[in-house]
């Protein structure tokens, strides 16, 4: 394995960790922190008798 393939499977390497670890904090933070808010906020609306507004 020669220096050029080398580097390939470095950049390789990086941007396939940096897409998993981004892919777990959407799973495990971002996505449910986006679920919470949406029924807390459609509870909120259904509480005051109003319907969830469509945007």
């Known amino acids: 394995m020669d220096l050029s393939q080398f580097s390939g ?3 390789f390497l990086t941007i396939f ?3 998993f670890w981004l892919m777990i904090f959407l ?3 971002i996505i449910p922190y986006w679920l919470i ?3 807390r906020e459609a509870w909120k609306f259904r509480k005051e008798g109003r319907a969830v507004p469509k945007k």
Request: glycine fraction near 16%; hydrophobic fraction near 60%.
């Open 9 to 11: 499977f470095l950049v």
């Open 37 to 39: 808010g949406y029924f």
């Open 27 to 29: 799973i495990s933070f």
């Open 17 to 19: 960790t940096m897409g």
